[in-house]
């Protein structure tokens, strides 16, 4: 993978070292090291130059970012990949359910890593995978990958300082209230390495945003917005207030009326992690949850 940006310096960066003007920009450590060991990656005016150099207004800045090599313990694979946004910077994938994101022990095929890797190799271009936006195997939705590591390093820095606004449908058991916000801080069960509780006295701060949609034969179909980003943090808050996720088998057990977690990542709103455009993709509803609520239409 080669990218390369351009940039016009403006008179508020006149004096500046090219390297504090990247940090500017989001420009991360591991960039600095690539670019270092990139013969001509740094061109001021048409030179090469190093990181310390003093830029000026109206200097043009032109940086070459080169990965080479992709994700070496990832096996390209062909996989359905449903795009719903790509462009040299990030591509955004809605993942289907009943797949990984990334692989794991004794599970290294079939994964949306996999997708993505073979994806790239039929492009002949190296990809080492990046997912800013890790969606358990058994949700679907929207999924960020960055597609180099400055897209991948400004975006996660966008995750850290809650710029990303995550929004999910979800189908849960009982008459759901209009709305609310559940504020209870969520840690790992003593008993197990997976699931996670409701825990007052050792739990990390979580803060979940719920509205009901539409109400059809005991079941709620609600939109949730998350201010945090702990592990089955919906899961967890919704059987807290004694609404749990449908097909949930982690923490609602005893409810197959579905093969899975009744959960979808329906839309992300940020902005884009070069150009800073806003960004607003949404994935509709998939069609095992649409089957429950038939009438329901996407705002």
């Not at 016009?8 to 591991?30: E, F």
């Not at 997976?194 to 719920?210: K, M, N, P, S, W």
């Not at 109400?215 to 179909?221: A, I, K, T, V």
Request: a negative charge.
């Amino acid at each position: 993978m080669v990218r390369i940006f351009h940039y016009t310096i403006t008179p508020a960066n006149d004096g500046m070292s090219i390297k504090d003007y990247l940090g500017s920009l989001g420009y991360p450590h591991a960039v600095f090291v690539r670019l270092k060991k990139t013969p001509h990656s740094i061109l001021l005016n048409g030179e090469w130059v190093y990181v310390t150099t003093e830029i000026h207004s109206g200097d043009l800045l032109s940086i070459t970012l080169e990965e080479m090599e992709g994700s070496k313990n990832i096996l390209p694979m062909s996989l359905p990949l449903s795009i719903c946004y790509e462009d040299e910077d990030i591509l955004v994938v809605n993942k289907p359910a009943h797949m990984p994101t990334h692989p794991s022990m004794g599970h290294h095929e079939n994964t949306l890593a996999n997708a993505a890797a073979g994806y790239f190799y039929r492009q002949n271009i190296p990809y080492t995978f990046r997912c800013v936006n890790r969606l358990d195997r058994d949700t679907t939705g929207l999924t960020i990958l960055a597609k180099h590591m400055l897209s991948s390093a400004i975006l996660n820095t966008q995750v850290t300082n809650r710029q990303i606004s995550r929004e999910y449908l979800a189908i849960v058991e009982g008459f759901l209230p209009d709305s609310g916000t559940i504020n209870a801080p969520i840690g790992r069960k003593d008993d197990s390495s997976i699931e996670r509780q409701v825990d007052f006295l050792h739990g990390e701060h979580a803060i979940t945003h719920y509205r009901r949609l539409s109400y059809r034969e005991g079941l709620s179909l609600v939109s949730l917005h998350l201010e945090t980003g702990r592990t089955h943090q919906i899961r967890v808050h919704m059987r807290h207030i004694g609404h749990p996720l449908i097909g949930d088998f982690l923490y609602n057990p005893e409810n197959r009326i579905i093969k899975r977690q009744a959960l979808h990542a329906y839309r992300l709103q940020f902005h884009h992690p070069i150009t800073r455009t806003a960004m607003d993709l949404s994935a509709p509803l998939p069609e095992d949850m649409a089957a429950f609520f038939p009438d329901f239409c996407a705002f």
